[in-house]
């Protein structure tokens, strides 16, 4: 479904918006949110989330201090986005209005201007320079859940903020509603900024978003950003390489197939004792993981660890050898994100060895 409808005065270089049919435009019942989350980041109905984007949600909204989200669970996100058409629309004839003021018509000037920035894993002073005046000088910025609720705290008091996270089992946009929102909005001149987690290229989904601009004729901007990788592990005292120790280092995705256990892809040369090898998104499929690695020839006490919400003040992290990873973090009962670092090089954090020193004296204690 898509999400705004196309306005008559927009370009038609790209596909059309299909129109909503599943449900009417009426006013959403207002109900309770998710109370206020311990979360450094957005979570998909937290309190927080509704009270940055509350302008988006003017035209529906019954009571001023409630969230708008829909009485059936289940349509949640197709109400959201009935309830948002309007203000959306609204934004896009003002972006068009000041552009033909300033600009000598629609002709006169080209589109806007799309930047697609890396925050980092979370810590805001991990920003770059450039990120921080890119975010501040935007007109409209769209942004992912794992985007810290302390960098969001950086945008202009002028700006507007639209979530566009994505969490297991629910996306409050697909991939090409994100596209049709960049795409619809640079046309109308404004400056929009694609907020990301951790670096926009990396298992960031930015090189689609990228690349579908490109082919509509709109100039992008990457700001990298540190990705959850270095962060994390420099948190951690981790050398992601190592001389004598780990030579090259490996991002992989721990997405599954379908939502399945198994990882996506494990090749046989990523149980390389001299490599290190970092997990993005791989909680639920780790278990599987893990015993691929040792199949593969991975010793099963090779060092690990797992980091839930680096850099931030909630961080939380488990060590412990690959064998006994899994079940280390199923006690900890570590949430998303977590990242999962493997490799020698892990035992060469001080963590390391106070790890194993706790876990020594509990043995000893039974």
């Given amino acids: 479904m898509a999400l705004v409808s196309k306005l008559p005065s927009i370009s038609s270089s790209s596909p059309k918006?299909?129109?909503?049919?599943?449900?009417?435009?009426?006013?959403?019942?207002?109900?309770?949110?998710?109370?206020?989350?311990?979360?450094?980041?957005?979570?998909?109905?937290?309190?927080?989330?509704?009270?940055?984007?509350?302008?988006?949600?003017?035209?529906q909204l019954e009571q001023p201090d409630s969230c708008p989200v829909a009485p059936d669970p289940g349509s949640i996100r197709d109400h959201e986005i009935a309830a948002q058409l309007p203000e959306l629309?609204?934004?896009?004839?003002?972006l068009r209005e000041k552009r033909e003021s300033t600009g000598g018509g629609e002709r006169g000037r080209g589109p806007g201007n799309v930047f697609l920035v890396g925050t980092g894993p979370g810590d805001p002073e991990l920003l770059t320079?450039?990120?921080?005046?890119?975010?501040?000088?935007?007109?409209?910025?769209?942004?992912?859940?794992?985007?810290?609720?302390?960098?969001?705290?950086?945008?202009?008091?002028?700006?507007?903020l639209l979530y566009v996270g994505k969490t297991a089992g629910y996306h409050s946009r697909t991939q090409e509603e994100i596209h049709e929102?960049?795409?619809?909005?640079?046309?109308?001149?404004?400056?929009?900024?694609?907020l990301k987690g951790g670096d926009p290229l990396v298992f960031g989904r930015g090189g689609e978003e990228m690349d579908f601009l490109q082919q509509q004729g709109i100039q992008v901007q990457v700001i990298p950003g540190i990705t959850a990788a270095s962060g994390i592990?420099?948190?951690?005292?981790?050398?992601?390489?190592?001389r004598g120790v780990a030579n090259s280092v490996r991002f992989l995705t721990g997405h599954s197939r379908k939502g399945g256990t198994d990882p996506l892809f494990v090749a046989e040369n990523a149980a390389d004792p001299d490599s290190t090898l970092v997990v993005y998104m791989g909680l639920s499929t780790l278990p599987s993981l893990a015993l691929k690695l040792i199949h593969h020839g991975l010793p099963p006490d090779t060092p690990?660890?797992?980091?839930?919400?680096?850099?931030?003040?909630?961080?939380?992290?488990?060590?412990?050898?690959?064998?006994?990873l899994a079940d280390k973090i199923t006690q900890a009962q570590l949430l998303s994100p977590t990242l999962i670092i493997i490799g020698k090089v892990v035992a060469l954090s001080p963590l390391w060895t106070q790890s194993s020193k706790e876990a020594s004296s509990l043995v000893e204690a039974r």
């Fill in 129 to 160: 320079v450039k990120a921080v005046r890119v975010i501040r000088c935007a007109d409209l910025l769209l942004y992912d859940r794992l985007v810290s609720n302390e960098v969001l705290d950086l945008v202009g008091p002028d700006a507007r």
């Fill in 304 to 324: 690990a660890a797992a980091v839930e919400r680096g850099t931030t003040p909630q961080q939380r992290m488990v060590f412990a050898e690959l064998k006994d």
């Fill in 89 to 94: 629309k609204r934004l896009l004839e003002v």
């Fill in 233 to 242: 592990a420099a948190e951690l005292g981790i050398p992601l390489t190592h």
């Fill in 181 to 194: 929102l960049l795409l619809s909005f640079a046309e109308a001149g404004a400056n929009v900024v694609r």
């Fill in 17 to 59: 918006f299909r129109k909503p049919n599943s449900f009417k435009l009426n006013p959403v019942r207002s109900i309770h949110c998710t109370p206020n989350s311990p979360s450094p980041f957005t979570e998909k109905h937290s309190i927080e989330r509704y009270n940055r984007d509350n302008w988006v949600y003017k035209s």
